[in-house]
């Protein structure tokens, strides 16, 4: 295996101007067939108008220019390199998968620059490496890695096999001119169309279904169909492969169902289930990061050469709107919340989002609040819509992206449950609350999970996946077993297990069936926002009641949030709700023990890997938690009873290859109960710098939480602050009514008010 | 107890520009003593010279008057406050703590304000605080917190009056004009004669000592004395008490001896001794930057009121030299090297660090490298030194800071050993090696220690102090017990530990007699650089040979180091090399067992805070263990014998309130051997971005590195990469001569060359 010897970071972009130069030695003497326009290519993304708009426009907007002469360089360097096309042989993070995978990326690149750089080169290259492909391809046999439930021939699986054509179609479609008709048919015969059929036809498993992988091959074969102008190809990317003969309850590799409950498959039903009216996409923003590249990239070819699908206003024009719902499920870094299955430290700088946000102000109503996001991207795409966005920029057109308190509804209907941030006006404090549908098979098992983030900081993490994409060593780069016994289990989330069960037992069969369904949502108040939900599915018999406040308070340094569990059950049982705090324990204000040897809470179900660091019991009247994380404190203070047990736990045991980081929680543990409550707030305040090793307003402003009253129609909760302020906050829990009066009396004490809750 | 409402970060900067504004509501009408020149004062720090030159400069320095802005804006906020002088109560972290500390940080500032704003509520401000202390002082007992070996009065103990002195020094001398002479004679008789008493007289074990302690109290009975004109208070200050009565046996808090061995004392003592003839202070660079600031700021007093004490130019300029040693033991973001007792993420940017480099510039013939850091810190003294450097940086003159590779001495005449910085190129890998003496009471008993250090971020790291500076929750802020049972302890260090006991058995009084000693440094070397050191006096009968390399090959992406540990003993020993690598762990060539329950992996001497996480054996040949960190992997690569041991070992065991951090290491054990070599590289390679999911250069490019050679004269190590290069390196292990020829035959190959090494 070759090494490469120097670090080549993707991230850095060159800061030359880039100049235009004039390619006077021809290596052969072709028609420059870019002069006549006698032809309709290039005309999938890049388009003949287009080509000419921006050459107009070069060396006129600095962020375009930055970018080719970065593609100009990256391309440049690959090409000195020489051309290589291994025989298939490794799993991702491989040499062989990287190499063709770079392929792809450097052959779409080449294209764009025989376009606007008019250099034969650039065109030569890709016809050259087409040409090794189609030599390679025609007797290639499947991968010879057998993991994948669908086995590509580049690559260990069809998806990967559809990255690359959904790549070398923009390639293709950009050199077309400079190939000879025998080429083209050269080409078509022996590798376009077989590659095509063998990521549909052969593998409907992969192509026919409801999911990422399907809109990459959907995507794939409609735009390979597109540039080969073959109606048949793009229609069986559009409305999928009819009479699949597919197996009802087969599984892929992730544990997720081959077939789709209704049948549909193809684009257009990729485009329809996964995405709810307000543009959540069910798998998460992880994933519908991933998916967005094929999703728009092949919207974009349909537009331009389908017009009349007119794609972009599907359902409500989804495809737009889900590039906005991304953008705002993300931190103040632009990282995307790690729910479900997903690797944190993703972000809008991905290529995807360059992608999503060029092609959504394009063809979106050219949004201005995108502009800004496009600017901290630093870069635009070498095409039509790059052109739009760098114009913009260049016209001083940005308005900042206002990020604000969000509904996203689950389900392509929008009834199957869904997701709420809450977000504080400067603090840039962002609560994720999920009551949503299992997330096809990237799901975890978190109803009524949430997350907390500061500034681009977690504050109370969401575990995220089990996995290092990419990366060899750690078994391929693909999930690891600890995904589905530790990230997707209950237990590794901020919510309520019950009897050390997993939500719906663990099983995806069960859980795909079910969501959970919002209660109350109202974010209009600068005092305070909230949002509540129920669910009865997760454990049958037991109702979970969830209630998250963020309050603003004046003799707070910073918006708060009050949790509120209520849990309702026929049985007795064990509730378990942990808090996945990020940082250094400061303080408690209980005494707990520590053990001499950690064990394993557990055999099953995630506990199996979480150590017992300390048990304590709770201290008379409130348990305060304080930590310190990224140079600001913290406090977790929560009205308990003395029954409960308080496990400071750590992630790690049995992890025999240390694929697990060694994370903390706080685990309240109540057990032999039926119905209950728990109530806690969640402070951020002060700070701590280690150069001026000043420590400010390090305590907790909250002096008690009360839970004032639990019945089968009200809870109320009394929060008193250290100046002895009382703020109540009272709601009906089985009318969520904004009209309905209600006269309360507490305590001697009469409280009324119209709509689902009080507080004063 | 009042808490504070809003946080404010001190490191946040206002960026206005700052406007002088006219005062034309004096609340009293006394004559404006500033514009006649009838006067010394103020003379100390702040100069009428200087005065005068900086207000005909003012709006004319950016850098100057930002901080001049901000410097008001603070002091007008604690105007607005109100002055509170509570009786005193608490320890670091504490109200009546942090609340005196910020009055005297305050009223320096309202002083300096007074003098370049003439606005006389600066003036009355500091004197109506002064006249607050003056009524409590008069009849205030030792602070009640009886912790410190000597207590102070407004503070748990002497150290912290005396910053306060230090501090009010300035402030009185800024508006000693303004005060009328009763007022003067009133607070230098109550308040500053019995303050310099208090700390110096009736308490000899903190005023009498070479230690940093005493360094402030030198300076700070020295400062009032100057500015009162009490030559007897300098004096004082700067030759110690005579005839102090103290125990030879005492020690303080930090176990350290309180009696200087020779009797010396007071300031010319302190800059005599802790400082080698390089500018190194032997407790580290924490301490360092602590003990500078009282260091400068006394002699900045001393060389404007005693010019002919030069004091400067004393031994060989060894104050201005320290703060350039100083700043060469910063990381690429300005952090110092965490050795010793240290708080890590203390840098440059520290208000001390400000003062030592602005003092070194204006003093120390104007160093334009110095301007460099100065823009980098972004802030200035608002004094003649902050005056010459705002306006060197106005001018252009600032040069970037260029950070060698160096050597520092330890010790007062530069023979008790030493450190070393191994610096590559481009890259900022910095290996930090330590062969100096104990350091006094922070001294760790870490002997030929290492760390490593990429681009600002710990590779290898040194755990650094066990204590959370001013986090009162975190035992008052003071150091943790942890910091004698874990931080100081050779095991938490990368070095050997023998028969599990820590260097001098743990024992102060013997390590504080001993230093390792240098055999051989060459930095002179674009493709080698290397430090040599050996010690024979951490385990009597034990030689430990320490040799670090850092090559640079273009066959590799970035330099690499070569790390051999030579152990000679008389005994069978046990001999325990830990490698506290920071970030997860990515892969290993060996087989390795994870225990069922974590146990600690001793009950002392720092063991008793290590789990044992997994248990292996080495890999025929070599033994490979990769990990990932910050966006990039490592790889440590070790020749070692079958029957070693290999343990995975987490901090954290036997932490009650959860102190410690849980970082790895891997941890090589050696038994019942006498004569043995550790032979080990460490290799930065490639890098991982979340964000594009590209892992490059994920391998080490070392396919082998073995010992060919381990005799009583000579060491040979060979490194072969994975292209089949190989590089011998070999070296004379009992002559370090430079003109030395050798001739030596290894598996029938001749080598010749002169000089201590070979390497090709």
Redesign the interface.
């Known amino acids: 295996m070759k090494?490469?010897?120097?670090?080549?970071?993707?991230?850095i972009l060159c800061t030359l101007l880039f100049v235009i130069t004039s390619c006077d030695n021809k290596e052969e003497s072709r028609p420059n067939t870019l002069e006549i326009n006698n032809s309709t290519h290039p005309s999938l993304i890049l388009t003949q108008d287009g080509v000419a708009k921006i050459k107009a426009e070069l060396g006129n907007m600095p962020i375009f220019s930055k970018e080719l002469q970065t593609v100009k360089n990256e391309v440049d360097a690959e090409i000195a390199l020489g051309i290589n096309t291994p025989v298939p042989n490794d799993y991702s993070?491989g040499y062989t998968h990287e190499r063709h995978k770079t392929n792809f990326f450097i052959m779409r690149k080449a294209g764009v620059l025989y376009q606007l750089l008019e250099d034969e080169k650039y065109a030569k290259y890709v016809r050259d490496m087409l040409f090794q492909y189609e030599d390679m391809y025609k007797n290639l046999p499947p991968h010879p890695q057998t993991r994948s439930y669908a086995r590509g021939k580049l690559f260990w699986q069809c998806l990967n096999d559809s990255n690359w054509l959904v790549y070398v179609s923009q390639a293709y479609d950009c050199i077309y001119n400079y190939l000879s008709a025998e080429e083209r048919e050269k080409l078509e015969t022996n590798l376009f169309r077989p590659f095509a059929d063998y990521i549909s036809i052969e593998n409907p498993q992969f192509f026919n279904r409801v999911h990422n992988h399907s809109t990459w091959g959907n995507a794939a074969v409609g735009m390979i169909g597109l540039v080969m102008d073959d109606e048949e190809l793009v229609n069986r990317a559009l409305y999928g492969i009819k009479n699949d003969k597919l197996d009802a309850s087969a599984k892929d590799n992730d544990g997720g169902f081959i077939k789709n409950e209704d049948g549909k498959a193809g684009f257009l039903a990729n485009l329809e289930e996964p995405f709810s009216p307000d543009g959540y996409y069910t798998e998460g923003p992880y994933y519908q990061r991933y998916a967005m590249y094929p999703f728009l990239v092949f919207a974009e070819g349909l537009q331009n050469l389908k017009p009349d699908l007119k794609i972009f206003e599907h359902k409500d024009s989804v495809l737009i709107k889900s590039v906005h719902t991304l953008l705002n499920l993300t931190d103040a870094d632009g990282e995307f919340f790690p729910l479900n299955d997903a690797?944190?430290?993703?972000?809008f700088?991905?290529?995807e989002l360059v992608t999503a946000v060029d092609i959504a102000y394009h063809y979106g109503g050219r949004d201005p609040e995108l502009l800004s996001i496009a600017r901290k991207q630093g870069k635009v795409l070498l095409d039509d819509t790059g052109l739009s966005v760098a114009l913009g920029i260049k016209n001083g057109k940005d308005e900042e992206f206002n990020k604000k308190s969000i509904k996203l509804t689950d389900g392509s209907n929008g009834k199957k449950g869904g997701l709420r941030v809450l977000r504080s006006g400067n603090q840039d404090f962002s609560l994720v609350f999920k009551y949503s549908a299992q997330g096809l098979s990237h799901g975890h098992y978190d109803k009524l999970s949430f997350l907390l983030n500061e500034d681009g900081d977690e504050v109370i993490q969401d575990y995220g996946m089990g996995r290092?994409?990419?990366?060899?060593?750690?078994g391929g780069?693909n999930y690891l077993k600890e995904n589905t016994t530790w990230a997707k289990q209950t237990i590794a989330h901020n919510t309520v297990t019950v009897n050390e069960s997993s939500h719906f037992n663990g099983k995806y069969e069960i859980g795909s069936k079910h969501h959970s369904n919002l209660y109350l949502f109202d974010a209009n108040k600068k005092s305070i926002q909230l949002v509540s939900a129920k669910d009865t599915v997760a454990y049958p018999g037991t109702e979970m009641h969830r209630t998250m406040v963020v309050i603003t308070d004046e003799?707070f340094?910073?918006p708060y949030v009050l949790d509120i569990m209520r849990l309702t059950s026929n049985e007795n049982n064990q509730y378990d709700l942990p808090y996945y705090f990020m940082g250094?324990?400061?303080?408690t204000n209980f005494e707990y023990?520590?053990p001499?040897?950690?064990?394993?809470l557990g055999t099953k179900n995630g506990y199996q890997h979480l150590?017992l660091?300390?048990l304590g019991s709770p201290f008379e009247g409130n348990t305060k938690i304080?930590w310190?994380n990224k140079g600001r404190f913290y406090t977790l203070t929560s009205a308990l009873k003395k029954t409960d047990e308080l496990l400071?736990t750590?992630i790690?045991a049995?992890?025999?290859?240390?694929n697990l980081?060694?994370d903390?929680s706080i685990l309240f543990r109540r057990k032999n109960t039926k119905n209950t409550l728990f109530a806690s707030t969640i402070e951020s305040?002060?700070?701590?710098?280690?150069?001026?090793?000043?420590?400010?307003?390090?305590?907790s402003?909250i002096s008690e939480i009360k839970i004032l009253l639990d019945t089968e129609d009200y809870i109320a909760i009394r929060i008193v602050d250290?100046y002895d302020n009382t703020k109540d906050f009272i709601m009906a829990i089985n009318n969520a009514s904004e009209n309905e009066k209600h006269i309360l009396i507490i305590d001697n004490r009469e409280y009324q008010w119209t709509g689902a809750y009080y507080f004063k």
Do not use: C, W
């Not at 049995?654 to 240390?658: E, I, M, R, S």
């Open positions: 090494k490469f010897k120097r670090f080549t970071n993707p991230a993070g690797q944190k430290g993703m972000s700088h991905s290529r290092f994409v990419n990366i060899e060593q750690k780069g003799n340094e910073k250094q324990l400061i303080d023990n520590v001499k040897s950690l064990k394993a150590y660091e300390g304080s310190l400071f750590r790690g049995n992890d025999p290859d240390f980081r060694r903390a305040h002060g700070g701590y710098s280690p150069v001026s090793e000043f420590a400010v307003n390090t305590k402003t250290v």
